[in-house]
């Protein structure tokens, strides 16, 4: 029985419904993810379980299942920082199957119990050869990646703490609602924003004791979104 058979409908179904194949001619969508999970082999990891390493050869990507992976990197002085976490329905490493040398430019860690898939980086790049739709809507995601990580950039070296942590408290309250789950720990939230640990626990306490918001490790609620988007509005572009 071949790996195809394996994934099934449904998982070929869960890649065509990813930004990168939407917007394709009728029934190309579902003809490339056929391609693209041809050679794919099954991922399963517990929390934690590391998946690739940095500097590892970059010989496939991952579709996540269900569960959360992150890409993370060390810091010189040892201080761990997570870049991005990945959820259901999501591709990882994508952008690591075009890099001329060859390997994963960070390491990823599964965060919970996970279930997903490992697509060949020959596949993929066979594919945007048969379909310039596909490549063109690969470029276009990397080259909004990019956009992202030079406006984030700017916006860390020339914002503050309480701009940083209000910005990043918004982009969750836009996507979860009042209720916030932090996909970080305050240890790695810090390193994400470039602040010192001590500086950040005293943001939350401060931030607390005002009424912003409340809550303790990774649960939190936002009860004045006014104010914090008044400190997040310098993160704004204008497209």
């Known amino acids: 029985m071949t790996n195809i058979n394996l994934a099934g409908a449904a998982v070929a179904a869960l890649l065509a419904r990813h930004p990168l194949l939407q917007g394709l001619p009728p029934g190309v969508a579902q003809e490339v993810a056929v391609d693209l999970l041809r050679g794919a082999s099954p991922l399963r990891a517990e929390a934690g379980q590391i998946l690739f390493s940095e500097g590892d050869e970059a010989s496939s990507y991952v579709l996540i299942e269900s569960g959360q992976a992150e890409v993370m990197r060390y810091s010189y002085n040892g201080d761990e920082r997570v870049f991005r976490v990945f959820e259901p329905g999501q591709l990882m490493a994508e952008a690591a199957m075009f890099m001329p040398h060859g390997r994963y430019p960070m390491q990823a860690r599964a965060r919970s119990a996970l279930q997903g898939w490992r697509l060949c980086r020959r596949q993929l790049h066979d594919a945007c050869r048969r379909c310039p739709e596909l490549a063109l809507k690969l470029l276009a995601a990397l080259s909004k990646s990019l ?18 942590l209000a910005n990043y408290l918004m982009g969750l309250h836009e996507r979860q609602g009042a209720a916030l789950t932090l996909p970080l720990n305050q240890r790695q939230l810090a390193a994400h924003l470039g602040i010192r640990a001590e500086t950040l626990s005293r943001l939350l306490n401060d931030w607390q004791t005002q009424g912003y918001i409340s809550g303790k490790r990774c649960q939190w609620a936002v009860h004045d979104p006014a104010h914090l988007a008044r400190l997040a509005t310098m993160a704004k572009r204008p497209f």
């Open 147 to 164: 956009y992202d990580q030079v406006n984030k950039v700017d916006w860390m070296t020339s914002s503050s703490a309480p701009e940083r």
